[in-house]
């Protein structure tokens, strides 16, 4: 087993061969690889920025879709409100109003007057006004009251009881009460 023999001409070739090799292994990796690293970075940066984007892009179509239900929930309980109120001036309206649901309530001799009314100074309530009543209940019982009170706020959205003073009677079972109230009502 014996190596052949390599003369100085051929150790030249092997070695002029190996330095080749490796001027083309740098030549391949700074010219075709380096370029090529470079360009693949460039684009996964800006595939990384445009999915960025597209995700934003996305909770922005989600965001809309919520205030476009929001808008239609809002129109929808706005037309409500609105065909709560009727027509004509609320003096002329509340007090028979307010009789008649006391009434069905089995408290009898309601009267409501008007204590006063003012505007929203904020410019997107602007069409609306406050009216405070007052709602004199000269004969109620305590549960009956209680139910109707109850029933009141929740069938009138736009109604809500603010102050109620008892005075009791000398009969135990009645009172007289007074409730101050407060309604929201749309210009006409």
């Not at 700074?30 to 090529?36: A, I, K, M």
């Not at 360009?39 to 996305?58: C, F, G, I, P, Y």
């Not at 009170?149 to 009969?171: G, K, M, W, Y």
Request: charged fraction near 20%; charge should be positive; aromatic fraction near 10%.
């Amino acid at each position: 087993m014996n190596a052949p023999k390599l003369n100085k001409d051929q150790i030249q070739k092997i070695v002029l061969s190996v330095m080749g090799f490796i001027f083309l292994l740098y030549v391949y990796s700074n010219f075709f690889l380096g370029p090529l690293q470079r360009s693949r970075a460039s684009m996964v940066a800006t595939m990384q920025e445009k999915q960025k984007k597209l995700d934003h892009s996305k909770e922005d179509l989600q965001r809309a879709a919520a205030l476009e239900q929001q808008a239609k929930n809002a129109t929808t309980r706005f037309a409500s409100f609105k065909a709560l109120i009727p027509e004509g001036a609320p003096i002329a309206w509340f007090p028979p109003r307010m009789k008649l649901f006391f009434a069905n309530q089995q408290i009898d001799r309601a009267g409501a007057r008007l204590e006063g009314s003012t505007g929203f100074k904020q410019p997107e309530l602007a069409n609306w006004n406050r009216y405070n009543w007052i709602i004199d209940l000269p004969q109620a019982e305590y549960a009956t009251l209680g139910k109707a009170i109850a029933e009141l706020e929740n069938t009138e959205p736009l109604l809500s009881i603010t102050h109620v003073t008892i005075h009791t009677q000398p009969d135990a079972q009645f009172q007289q009460v007074t409730l101050a109230a407060t309604n929201y009502i749309l210009k006409k």
